[in-house]
């Protein structure tokens, strides 16, 4: 268990529909990271987020957006869903942002 | 277009021997990687990692190596353990920074007892 929690773990939704994807990272970690994982891919890196600001971002679409909360938690957002969105999404985190990051168990995503 | 390339999605070991999984990467800037290990339905968990100052890395049953004139790294598993049956993915990243990695698309290790 890294301590890492995202939720709901399955979701099933249709196109055009938007979704929210929850994570808590471990205690004391101020950065989160978002990660898209294809089928058949490796992680693509979406956005990160530390202490509550935006520090960079990935591959992110402009119908995806993410927020950090002050309790550190964050929140991705996923817009005008498309059958390609149907993916693992990881959350990870870290204390500081330049070590490792710990990964959460993901949330699968199937847009019908 | 994929910076880090894993060209072996699968690879099958007899435990006991050495399992060698094989990473690529095209950016001569990245100076930093990492190997993570994933079981199904869990997040990937970090391995090991190595700096481009050094040319291996050692933990344990795991060793990194790293030859940055061929932009090659490889993770060695001495002696493979049924346990280590799972995906591994390489990352590596530009400059001690952390915000973004770039991952290969996995490459699934079979131990067979």
């Known amino acids: 268990d890294s301590g890492v929690t995202q939720t709901p773990k399955h979701l099933i939704t249709a196109t055009g529909q938007r979704v929210t994807l929850r994570c808590s990272p471990r205690?004391?970690?101020?950065?989160v990271y978002w990660y898209q994982q294809s089928l058949d891919q490796g992680l693509q890196f979406l956005i990160q987020?530390?202490?509550?600001?935006?520090?960079a971002k990935g591959n992110i679409l402009e119908r995806f957006s993410a927020q950090q909360f002050p309790d550190l938690h964050s929140e991705l957002n996923l817009s005008s869903l498309e059958l390609g969105d149907s993916a693992l999404y990881f959350c990870?985190?870290?204390?500081?942002?330049?070590?490792?990051?710990?990964f959460g168990p993901g949330t699968r995503l199937l847009v019908l | 277009d994929q910076q880090v390339k894993q060209n072996s999605p699968s690879l099958s070991v007899q435990e006991g021997r050495i399992s060698i999984l094989n990473c690529d990467y095209t950016?001569?800037?990245?100076?930093?990687f990492l190997w993570y290990k994933k079981y199904p339905a869990e997040g990937p968990t970090f391995l090991i990692s190595?700096?481009?100052?050094?040319d291996k890395n050692e933990d344990g049953r795991f060793t990194v190596f790293l030859n940055k004139s061929a932009k090659h790294l490889s993770l060695h598993i001495v002696p493979s353990q049924p346990g280590d049956s799972a995906v591994y993915f390489c990352?590596?990243?530009?400059?001690?920074?952390?915000?973004?990695?770039?991952f290969g698309s996995g490459t699934k290790l079979n131990v067979k007892p």
């Open positions: 990870a985190s870290s204390v500081s942002g330049l070590e490792t990051q710990y």
């Open positions: 205690s004391g970690d101020l950065s």
């Open positions: 987020y530390y202490n509550g600001e935006e520090r």
């Open positions: 950016n001569s800037m990245f100076d930093y």
């Open positions: 190595i700096s481009s100052i050094k």
């Open positions: 990352a590596a990243s530009a400059g001690y920074n952390f915000n973004k990695f770039y």
